[in-house]
């Protein structure tokens, strides 16, 4: 049978848990386990803010599956371009918009297998009056996908 101090230390040692894993510095009973209350409420806020974001993030990904990015390079812009699915035709929509923009394609390499995958070095034209900088570059990329994902969107 178990003694009424065994019982105590017992309770003490589990109170001394609490407190050290809440980072609680109370020494009442009542407010070690009014701390851990307060502390389990705000892990269950961070877990629901954490499904927020990954909701988020999930929904984000179905939307606008590809990737963009735009360096600026000592004479021109690297632009890269990923989806995880095959797009057909979104290269002759991004070809366009950089012939909109005035870029001279330098080299560029596509791939259109499994996955969409375009990596291009793009110089500015000489003719050109105008400078155009990377977030341009990005901001037409991101309208030509736009585009050639609403005339997906009327095809089907």
């Known amino acids: 049978m178990v003694s009424r101090e065994d019982k105590r230390a017992s ?18 009973k009542t407010t070690i386990i009014v701390d851990a209350s307060k502390y389990i409420e705000e892990l269950k806020q961070k877990v629901e803010r954490l499904n927020k974001d990954i909701s988020a993030a999930q929904s ?11 360096e600026t390079l000592d004479k021109g812009f690297l632009i890269s371009v990923f989806s995880d699915k095959t797009c057909p ?19 560029a ?10 990596q291009a070095v793009g110089g500015e034209n000489e003719d050109q009056n105008e400078s155009v900088d990377a977030q341009a570059v990005k ?18």
């Open 11 to 28: 309770l003490q040692q589990k109170l001394h848990l609490l407190r050290s894993i809440t980072n609680s510095h109370a020494v009442n």
């Open 60 to 70: 984000s990904d179905h939307q606008n599956p590809l990737q963009v990015t735009v």
């Open 89 to 107: 035709g979104l290269l002759v929509s991004l070809l366009e918009a950089f012939e909109e923009l005035g870029l001279n394609i330098l080299e």
């Open 109 to 118: 390499r596509v791939s259109c297998t499994d996955s969409f995958r375009l």
């Open 139 to 156: 901001q037409a990329v991101l309208q030509a996908i736009k585009n050639w994902s609403e005339g997906c969107d009327q095809l089907d």
